[in-house]
């Protein structure tokens, strides 16, 4: 059964820090790009980060531009996304994405989400 | 960026009507990574359609969706009770991904 399951969020004062880890199971995410997304409290969805398959490409929002930094370890089949100097606004729940696909038809497998809360 | 716009912003309907939702794309998405989200306060978003048709494990067949190039439709062909709630279409076929700011289905 293939499956993405996020942690490390919790609670942090503004301009903490935070680790989330993307653990995959069931697949490899070898081979895939792996997105992370994040929703606030009342808001839609919003993507954070792209990083490609081998880590050679890593794309950022403009919110997460020099305070997030995305990597992986394929050899643990995970995903990681550093968060630094938090932000009130960066409160939400924060899931890992990818695309899994078998002929014309591409499945968007998503994680449970962990929250993060900043708040002082 | 690949931009996406929902309408209507609202769809006030009674239960057992017929729910007629758009999403339009400024440029042309693959129909393989087009999906739609329903979510209700309070709960993480439940997929509904992947792949602008499929329909996801339990997805009941009333939702059905269709679509392609700018323009994609989720159809709900007989409201119930639990219908009512705020549905996004999402590309995720280019980076960024992107959603649409959402249609509200509410209760007439």
């Known amino acids: 059964q293939l499956q993405l399951v996020e942690s490390g969020g919790g609670v942090v004062q503004p301009g903490g820090s935070l680790r989330l880890s993307c653990a995959a199971s069931g697949f490899s995410i070898s081979k895939n790009g792996m997105h992370w997304v994040r929703q606030a409290p009342g808001k839609g969805p919003e993507w954070v980060s792209l990083?490609?398959?081998?880590?050679?490409?890593?794309d950022y929002a403009e919110f997460a531009e020099g305070r997030f930094t995305v990597s992986r370890d394929n050899s643990k089949n995970t995903v990681y996304l550093e968060m630094n100097n938090l932000k009130i606004e960066d409160t939400g729940v924060y899931y890992c994405?990818?695309?899994?696909?078998?002929?014309?038809?591409?499945?968007?497998?998503r994680g449970q989400g962990t929250l993060v809360t900043v708040s002082s | 960026e690949i931009v996406l716009t929902q309408s209507p912003g609202t769809l006030s309907l009674s239960p057992g009507e017929r729910a007629t939702l758009s999403c339009r794309a400024s440029?042309?998405?693959?129909?393989?990574?087009l999906a739609w989200y329903q979510q209700k306060p309070g709960q993480a978003p439940r997929l509904l359609i992947y792949s602008t048709s499929g329909r996801a494990t339990g997805i009941p067949d009333r939702f059905s969706g269709s679509g392609s190039g700018t323009d994609f439709t989720l159809i709900i062909t007989r409201l119930e009770p639990e219908d009512f709630a705020v549905y996004y279409c999402h590309q995720y076929g280019s980076s960024p991904l992107t959603f649409g700011g959402g249609t509200k289905v509410e209760i007439k």
């Open positions: 990083i490609r398959y081998d880590g050679s490409r890593k």
């Open positions: 440029q042309s998405v693959s129909s393989s990574y």
């Open positions: 994405t990818t695309a899994v696909c078998g002929g014309t038809n591409c499945f968007p497998h």
